[in-house]
């Protein structure tokens, strides 16, 4: 149990030399890294540090991010809202020590993130919450699959409900009407939230940071013990798995046998990516999709040093270990 009064009083006495932190979040596939890469590639000026959670036993997002001078913390042991909290608070406290070398901190959360355990950490540890402040909780929302997303997972509306800033992204993939059913969507769940209409997470960054204060009397209202309860649950039967290959794969036959097992169980696959090392190709390919939405690119070279291992992972229901791993396998060079 947390004093409420105490905390509400802290935070009304902060101090200017607390670091602002910006949570992103959004449902798997949304545009978050996107929205990060976005923000670490303009010209603000300014130095951010950054955490990414991921939902998987081999960490993928870290390669998708662009390779910024910024200090990048990868923690993939777990769902940042449940078991890495201990991490993220302790990343946090090893920030501060090093707090001259950047302005601000932005923690990307996986897909399947309740973002309200993540946002309590900055109220409720008492370390955290003396040296840095939340500044706002940004959430992506992907315009083409949120109104089946948001039927599906709770996990989808926490992230609606707890947003200060929504970013629509993916506006590209609908039109006007549908636009507008979302809107009205997200303001039955959270009415006076700003929404930002984008396409690939391409907003003003004065949109994003520098918000001002993540707003602990609506979290309340929608969830008057934010402060206290730090139970909370998962959607059910939704795993990721992941699978390395060392040899390098024959790039025709990858793009074969993906698409047809997303065309087949797309519903269920809710995310995939994958770093790929293509046979005849020097450069690093990087694979995504989002259900049966599927694009790649070529992302530049291997790390001096680094392993050129393929590794791919998903995240969904009903995934067949032994018959993802012998697809992936068939595809080998
Ligand atoms: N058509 C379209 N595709 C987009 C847009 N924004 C991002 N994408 C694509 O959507 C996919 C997911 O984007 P990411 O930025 O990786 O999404 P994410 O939220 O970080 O994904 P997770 O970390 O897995 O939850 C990628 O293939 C992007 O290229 C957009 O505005 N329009």
Redesign the pocket.
Known sequence: MHDREQIMSEIQGETKDQVPVTVLT??????????LNHILTAEHGRKYAVVIN?FGELGV?ND?VVDADEEVFEMNNGCICCTVRGDLIRILGSLMKRRAKFDGIIV?T??LADPAPVAQTFFVDENVREKTRLDAVVT?VDAYNVLQTLEESSEAVHQIAFADVIIL?????VDEAKLAEIEAKIRQINAYVKIHP????NVALTDVLDQGGFDLQRALEYEPDFLENTEHSHEEGVTSMSFPVSEPINEARFHAWISALLQEQGGDIL?S?GILNFAGHDDRYAF???HMMA?GDFIGPWKQGEKKESRLVFIGRNLNRPRLRRGFESCRA
């Not at 959004?26 to 929205?35: E, I, N, R, S, V």
């Not at 992204?169 to 993939?173: A, G, H, Q, S, Y």
């Not at 984008?198 to 997470?201: E, F, L, Q």
């Open positions: 959004g449902f798997l596939g949304a545009g978050k890294t996107t929205l991921e997002d998708l990307e996986t897909g992506v992204n993916k506006t590209d993939l984008a396409v690939r997470s995310r990516k995504q999709a989002v694009d």
